[in-house]
């Protein structure tokens, strides 16, 4: 999703540290280039060969220049001199792989699933500058598993990713975040948010109640 088309996530990027906006803005970037990809491949063996590039390619950020994709190049400028490995990100795509792999999202699959998109958020982190006790890892997972939650065809699997989802995002917002991490934590409440809204419910994005909260969250960090 582009930023423009979706003002909270405009408003969140505000709150991240003006050193890190434009590397949170890459790496939000690879999330949705990922998001697209499995959007836009409907035979698993062509998905598996696309996301595999996107593997090499990621892990080749570390050693040579980037290839002549707009993502990868974000990525180069913004992340990599931050002192973060590309290789570092290679399990975000393992995460978006197990939707390929699995033909059913059982409890296993979605707790891999949200364990490698929700790296993401460690990554993250570390450009913004969060705190160490951040709770980052439970926010990344929590916010991987709540999206996919809304956007999964069956009831029966979304009603699983949400059971994952739900303790773990409980956790992330019962937490003070730091004022380097409160993006990351904004992320989190937003995907909480989510979470509350009945199955196939479009979230209202920028509805009052959900802006005075994130709102409420840059403040005091809770």
Same mark, same amino acid.
């Given at each position: 999703?582009?930023?423009?088309?979706?003002?909270?996530?405009?408003?969140?990027?505000?709150?991240?540290?003006?050193?890190?906006?434009?590397?949170?803005?890459?790496?939000? +970037?690879?999330?949705?280039?990922?998001?697209?990809? $499995?959007?836009?491949?409907?035979?698993?063996?062509?998905?598996? $060969? &696309?996301?595999? #590039?996107?593997?090499?390619?990621?892990?080749?950020?570390?050693?040579?220049?980037?290839?002549?994709?707009?993502?990868?190049?974000?990525?180069?400028?913004? %992340?990599?001199?931050?002192?973060?490995?590309?290789?570092?990100?290679?399990? %975000?795509?393992? !995460?978006?792989?197990?939707?390929?792999?699995?033909?059913?999202?059982?409890?296993?699959?979605? /707790?891999?699933?949200?364990?490698? &998109?929700?790296?993401?958020?460690?990554?993250?982190?570390?450009?913004? !500058?969060?705190?160490?006790?951040?709770?980052?890892?439970?926010?990344?997972?929590?916010?991987? $598993?709540?999206?996919?939650? &809304?956007?999964?065809?069956?009831?029966?699997?979304?009603? +699983?990713?949400? +059971?994952?989802?739900?303790?773990?995002?409980? %956790?992330?917002?019962?937490?003070?975040?730091? &004022?380097?991490?409160?993006?990351?934590?904004?992320?989190?409440?937003?995907?909480?948010?989510?979470?509350?809204?009945?199955? !196939?419910?479009?979230?209202?994005?920028?509805?009052?109640?959900?802006?005075?909260?994130?709102? #409420?969250?840059?403040? /005091?960090?809770?």
């Amino acid at each position: 999703m582009v930023d423009g088309d979706d003002p909270e996530r405009m408003l969140i990027r505000a709150y991240a540290p003006m050193r890190g906006r434009a590397a949170l803005a890459a790496l939000l +970037a690879l999330d949705d280039a990922l998001a697209q990809l $499995l959007r836009s491949t409907s035979q698993p063996a062509v998905g598996q $060969l &696309r996301l595999a #590039w996107w593997r090499e390619a990621l892990a080749r950020l570390d050693t040579q220049p980037p290839p002549a994709e707009p993502v990868l190049q974000g990525l180069a400028a913004e %992340v990599i001199p931050l002192g973060i490995p590309g290789a570092s990100l290679v399990p %975000v795509v393992h !995460g978006w792989e197990v939707l390929i792999e699995e033909d059913a999202l059982e409890a296993d699959a979605l /707790t891999r699933y949200g364990e490698g &998109r929700g790296r993401l958020f460690e990554a993250a982190g570390r450009a913004l !500058g969060a705190d160490p006790r951040d709770p980052l890892a439970q926010a990344g997972q929590g916010w991987a $598993l709540a999206d996919l939650a &809304r956007n999964l065809g069956t009831m029966e699997e979304s009603a +699983a990713a949400r +059971a994952l989802a739900a303790p773990l995002l409980a %956790v992330a917002a019962e937490r003070r975040w730091s &004022r380097n991490g409160r993006a990351l934590g904004a992320l989190a409440h937003r995907a909480r948010l989510d979470l509350a809204l009945p199955h !196939g419910a479009p979230a209202p994005i920028g509805a009052p109640r959900r802006v005075g909260r994130l709102l #409420w969250h840059r403040i /005091t960090g809770r």
